[in-house]
């Protein structure tokens, strides 16, 4: 007798629950905090073989949020984003690998402004659970780390006293939660 393989699970990310953050300094001593508003996504996981998982993300790059209008709409314009030309982040895996126990990493390529780099996501599973609605949930977090210049984003301003305003490393923190597609 042939058993059946295990069906891959699919989620859709819950946006009401869950957060795309990035931090990056700012006149190279302190750190500026922002975050997307409007991103969407689904990850095939695969709890037995976490390698045949997979992760799709877009991200509205106009949704940029760091509390500051006039900043924000800087970061929106051709010197950083050019949100008109190039409307979305987006992210897809091409490999998932098991790091132990509930962490893996998540290898795959990452677009923005129209150029594409191979990224890299330290993620694990937070839990998992059903939600009072009676939908069975999975949570996630995962972090990674670019430069900027290399996706194009190179405005920058020297500084007095030496160096620069914007860091070139963004650091990038993702909690999701996300609901099983039946």
Do not use: C
């Not at 939600?131 to 007095?160: M, Y």
């Amino acid at each position: 007798m042939v058993s059946a393989a295990p069906a891959i699970a699919t989620w859709q990310i819950d946006t009401g629950h869950s957060l795309v953050e990035f931090a990056v300094k700012h006149m190279m001593f302190t750190t500026t905090k922002g975050r997307f508003g409007e991103f969407s996504g689904s990850i095939a996981y695969d709890e037995a073989n976490v390698g045949d998982s997979t992760v799709a993300v877009e991200i509205a790059a106009a949704s940029i949020d760091t509390r500051d209008e006039k900043r924000d709409t800087h970061l929106r314009s051709a010197d950083f984003f050019d949100a008109e030309t190039f409307p979305t982040i987006t992210f897809a895996s091409n490999r998932v690998e098991s790091t132990g126990g509930a962490e893996f990493k998540v290898y795959g390529d990452l677009t923005i402004r129209g150029v594409t780099r191979p990224s890299v996501l330290d993620a694990e599973v937070t839990g998992r659970g059903t939600s009072p609605w009676g939908q069975d949930v999975i949570g996630f977090s995962a972090t990674t780390k670019f430069k900027r210049s290399e996706f194009g984003l190179e405005w920058n301003a020297a500084l007095e006293t030496g160096g620069v305003l914007v860091g070139d490393e963004v650091k990038i923190a993702l909690e999701i939660e996300a609901a099983k597609q039946i």
